[in-house]
């Protein structure tokens, strides 16, 4: 026999799942909302979204090859979806040099600090965007309205998101069925007609990214369903409690980021639990964490903040939420 | 909604190329190289000698303990030697190697291609008779089969699960032994049912053989307490654990044996074996294999004799491909890579796979991502990422309390991880140690 052969351990073949075709998913997922924020905000959308996601190579690139002097990784997408995330959570007339900054934080101490894909414990786009809202508070919070698509990137008309509106409103004491007039309608919401970070207006066009996500099966339901589901549940009860100070369970999930949150950041692979009860456990969290804020706390939005926090405790859910193990003997 | 099992599993892609290949005979070879260690367990004891007459279905090697096998002749002839040659494994193992002079058999032997359907041997007797015929498990786990059949003190089985599952990719030997020999495994599952005293045997076929399951089915009318049951295509149902989940909803407990939840599992090779050792004499010196592969010219299934060079079976399968880049023993999931065709085949060979060489190198392993994927496909419910990390890290006492030694090596952690992490290698290598280490502790 003339032919060399391999050897090796079984299996000998695999299924061709890779981390690029993962990653590429999810862009693709991501695509409908983009389109929308383009639609909706025109050329402010298009450059920052362009400038998120070139200087998130950038930085990956320069801090691979001369920093960590490691062979650049850019290639395997998760860069492309650090950039785009990076911009869905940012208003679209974001002056660029703060986006910049925004990505040198989100790759440079998010990601690579932690030694880059796999290894980080926060989601990468959510440390840019949160030390963006804390280092320049009145850049990130004045939302241009969504006009159509226009070609005026940073003279744009602004507005107050819908939860900022009621935050606002009942702080100054006015009763919540009169500011629920001032707020778009559950459609409009759905529809993406509302002020607001670029990427988190378009309800239904992130919704139809989720659908593509769990077709594909490049996520399981258990995150996003835990994250809403809680988000509903929590609120609908303080609603019932006090109609006249607490929005109801539709108006949560259509405002703000949480589905945004719950649908591509959430789910993150390297900072969410491994096991489905992880999952579960961890956006259960993430939905509890998200009203408490919102209500209760500073900032009219608290997904951000309530994905960081509960990022932080992933490790300890996957050391002890153990999935059920066949044969496992029933308390 | 079809059964399966309760936990993970995947669904590679099926490349059964042979399926519709009847079984032929394989030439007999001019020389055989039979090893007295077919099976798992103490080797057996040669009783031949250089220049000793065997004829075909002659005992050759006794079975040296409880578990063990005897040994026979697949051919008739003079024994040239009993000696060391490299076998399957890569290992110098003890070979019975005979010159082939005709094809006598033993008188004892009922050749007549008569159905025997009446089970004259008592229970004692039908047990005594599978241990004195060399079957072993047939699946590929070569367990000898009548250990199975001698329950515990203490244990009793109440039904018995005959696994026609065949779950790895590519073999069909199980699927064509069923097309063409349907009443034959039949009459061999009743006498297995006979010497464990139940009254209930299920046979668990996937739903991607449905001329199978339709043929059994016709045919197990005819027969007392046989039930076949489709089941849904999904890879490791060939695990006894798992069948034993998709047939009757049981679970086996950590480190338990299928005797615990009363059922016994014999493959449907292994129910064609005892059905011609019972009721026709016939010792395991023969038995069918699946050759196949991409590249190969005529995929297809064999009847061959226990030591016939792998070589001839790839030969009248059409030669082997220029672009062969890996030879498997068994099927891609679990399989074992060959050096060489230049091995004898034994009762342990189902199939063999040839890969082209494209298909053949792994992938480069990059970082985890955290998928969970490995998570949620393990049929055990274990943590492959973790076990990994643990057996890299040598933390053998945490690999032993996330349940290593629960891993049945079905190879889906691996086979799904989009980053082609080499997951099941190093946790192989974690169950080696943590057993090591678990024994010495006894």
């Given amino acids: ?331 | 909604m079809l059964k399966t099992f309760s936990l993970g599993g995947i669904h590679p892609a099926e490349n059964k190329l042979s399926a519709n290949s009847a079984i032929q005979v394989l030439p007999i070879p001019e020389i055989v190289s039979i090893p007295i260690s077919q099976h798992i367990g103490a080797p057996a004891t040669p009783i031949v000698k250089k220049g000793d007459e065997v004829k075909v279905g002659q005992l050759i090697a006794k079975s040296s303990g409880f578990v063990s096998a005897n040994i026979h002749s697949s051919v008739s002839g003079t024994v040239f030697k009993v000696d060391e040659i490299i076998d399957a494994s890569s290992f110098r193992r003890t070979c019975v190697i005979i010159k082939v002079d005709g094809d006598e058999w033993m008188e004892t032997i009922d050749r007549s291609k008569d159905l025997v359907k009446e089970i004259s041997a008592s229970k004692e007797e039908i047990v005594k008779k599978i241990a004195e015929a060399g079957i072993v498990g047939l699946g590929g786990a070569t367990f000898p089969a009548h250990v199975k059949l001698s329950v515990p003190p203490g244990k009793t089985a109440d039904v018995l699960i005959i696994n026609a599952v065949e779950c790895e990719p590519y073999l069909t030997s199980d699927h064509r032994v069923m097309l063409e020999k349907g009443d034959e495994v039949l009459v061999g599952t009743q006498v297995l049912m006979k010497a464990l005293g139940v009254d209930k045997a299920i046979i668990g076929i996937e739903n991607n053989k449905p001329d199978a399951i339709a043929h059994l089915t016709k045919l197990a009318a005819n027969y007392q307490g046989i039930e076949i049951c489709p089941l849904k295509t999904q890879y490791p149902q060939g695990g006894e654990k798992q069948l034993i989940s998709a047939t009757i909803k049981r679970e086996i407990p950590s480190g338990a044996l299928p005797i615990e939840v009363g059922a016994v599992v014999q493959n449907v090779g292994t129910a064609l074996a005892v059905y011609e050792a019972v009721q026709k004499n016939k010792p395991l010196f023969e038995r069918v294999a699946t050759i196949t592969g991409k590249s190969l010219k005529n995929p297809s299934n064999w009847l061959f004799r226990i030591g016939t060079p792998v070589k001839d079976l790839v030969d009248a399968a059409g030669g082997l491909p220029e672009d062969t880049g890996k030879i498997i023993g068994g099927g891609p999931m679990m399989g074992k890579a060959l050096t060489t065709i230049d091995v004898p085949l034994t009762k342990g060979s189902s199939g063999l796979l040839l890969i082209p060489r494209e298909e053949a190198a792994r992938k480069e392993a990059k970082p985890c991502i955290r998928c969970g994927k490995c998570v949620s496909v393990c049929p055990m419910g274990l943590e492959p990422f973790l076990l990994m990390v643990l057996a890299d890290k040598k933390e053998y006492e945490r690999l032993e309390s996330d349940a290593v030694m629960d891993c049945i090596e079905c190879g889906s952690c691996s086979f799904t991880c989009p980053a082609n992490r080499p997951l099941l290698d190093y946790i192989r290598l974690g169950k080696g140690k943590v057993g090591q280490i678990m024994r010495s502790r006894k």
């Fill in chain 1, 1 to 331: 026999m003339n032919t060399k052969v391999l050897i090796a351990p079984s299996p000998h073949v695999h299924s061709g799942d890779s981390i690029q075709k993962n990653m590429y998913g999810v862009v693709f997922a991501m695509l409908p909302a983009l389109i929308f924020s383009f639609v909706y905000f025109g050329m402010g959308a298009i450059i920052v979204t362009l400038t998120a996601v070139a200087s998130c190579y950038l930085f990956e690139f320069l801090i691979t090859k001369y920093l960590l002097k490691k062979v650049p990784t850019i290639t395997d997408g998760s860069a492309l979806i650090t950039g785009i995330l990076l911009a869905f959570n940012v208003p679209a007339n974001l002056p660029i040099w703060i986006i910049l900054i925004g990505a040198l934080v989100a790759i440079g101490i998010g990601k690579m600090t932690f030694g880059g894909l796999g290894n980080n414990v926060f989601n990468p786009a959510l440390v840019g965007r949160v030390f963006l809202l804390i280092s320049f508070p009145v850049q990130m919070t004045s939302w241009p309205k969504a006009l159509g698509f226009n070609t005026s990137y940073l003279d744009a008309e602004t507005g107050a998101t819908p939860l900022a509106i009621i935050k606002e409103g009942l702080k100054n004491g006015e009763p919540l069925s009169q500011l629920m007039h001032d707020v778009p309608s559950n459609l409009d919401l759905l529809m993406g007609n509302m002020g607001g970070s670029m990427g988190e207006v378009a309800g239904a066009a992130l919704l139809l990214g989720l659908a593509y996500m769990l077709f594909k099966k490049i996520i399981t339901w258990h995150i996003p369903v835990a994250v809403l589901g809680t988000v509903a549940v929590f609120s609908g009860i303080l609603h019932m409690a006090n109609p006249e100070a607490y929005a109801g369970p539709l108006f949560h999930l259509l405002t703000g980021g949480l589905l945004l949150g719950a649908i591509f950041m959430a789910t993150d692979y390297v900072t969410s639990p491994m096991s489905n009860k992880g999952m579960l456990i961890y956006g259960i969290g993430i939905g509890f964490l998200t009203v408490i804020i919102r209500v209760f706390g500073a900032y009219p939005e608290g997904v951000s903040f309530a994905i960081l926090i509960m990022n932080a405790f992933v490790p300890l859910i996957n050391v002890y939420v153990k999935p059920k193990r066949f044969g496992e003997k029933r308390k």
